[in-house]
């Protein structure tokens, strides 16, 4: 109710087959936000800020990724 914050799950489906990884960056801030992007309908899930090298690591460890992830501005 009141100050009580709804988290979303942390479970995050990720299929290969329908969504690719992905970095949304800001064009004013820097800010950048990991997660991914739906090949079908391009819509983006947020997964987590990237504020470190160490970040983006462990996002592609938590998600079997290797290689480079696209930035999308």
Same mark, same amino acid.
């Given at each position: 109710?009141?100050?009580?914050?709804?988290?979303?799950?942390?479970?995050?489906?990720? #299929?290969?087959?329908?969504?690719?990884?992905?970095i949304?960056?800001? =064009?004013? +801030?820097g @800010?950048?936000? /990991?997660? %991914?992007? #739906?090949?079908?309908?391009?819509?983006?899930?947020?997964?987590?800020l =990237?504020? +470190?090298? @160490?970040?983006? /690591?462990? %996002?592609?460890?938590?998600?079997g990724?290797?290689?480079?992830?696209?930035?999308?501005?």
């Amino acid at each position: 109710m009141f100050g009580r914050k709804h988290r979303q799950s942390d479970t995050i489906s990720y #299929d290969p087959d329908t969504m690719r990884p992905a970095i949304r960056c800001s =064009i004013c +801030t820097g @800010e950048e936000v /990991a997660g %991914f992007v #739906d090949k079908a309908g391009g819509h983006f899930t947020d997964v987590m800020l =990237i504020r +470190t090298p @160490e970040d983006l /690591a462990a %996002f592609k460890k938590t998600f079997g990724l290797t290689g480079d992830i696209p930035k999308i501005y």
